[in-house]
Nanobody
Framework: QVQLLESGGGLVQAGDSLRLSCTAS????????MGWFRQAPGKEREFAAG???????????DYGDSVKGRFSISRDSAKNTVYLQMNSLKPDDTAVYYC????????????????????WGKGTLVTVSS
């Protein structure tokens, strides 16, 4: 079974940057669709960013509206790790951030990210102070 472990969360000030990591064990991230989701207290889980594939070689990045232009997702296949670079952080970004994987890495867009993710990490807390 795939195990996902998030790291990199912490307490930062508004305007700061932070990079989250998601590392898989038990299997490789190769050709998985990988997503970052977040859930703030009292709110529903929200899609933040994701990577999916068209043909096993070409990958696409998607972002939720609330993070476009500030967050970027990337991967390091050699380290079996996916990153979420978060810039210009706002207090509204405060949430538990979860990494999720779909073993079928086919292209996902928009609301497709809310369905069929096979594995989830336990989350890492990001707190952005004013």
């Amino acid at each position: 079974q795939v195990q996902l472990l998030e790291s990199g969360g912490g307490l930062v000030q508004a305007g700061d940057s932070l990079r989250l990591s998601c590392t898989a064990s038990g299997h490789t991230f190769n050709r998985y669709a990988m997503g970052w989701f977040r859930q703030a207290p009292g709110k529903e889980r929200e899609f933040a960013a994701g990577i999916s594939w068209s043909d096993g070689y070409t990958w696409y990045a998607d972002y939720g509206d609330s993070v476009k232009g500030r967050f970027s997702i990337s991967r390091d296949s050699a380290k079996n790790t996916v990153y979420l670079q978060m810039n210009s952080l706002k207090p509204d970004d405060t949430a538990v951030y979860y990494c999720a994987a779909d073993t079928n890495g086919r292209r996902r867009q928009g609301t497709q990210w809310y369905y069929g993710m096979d594995y989830w990490g336990k989350g890492t807390l990001v707190t952005v102070s004013s």
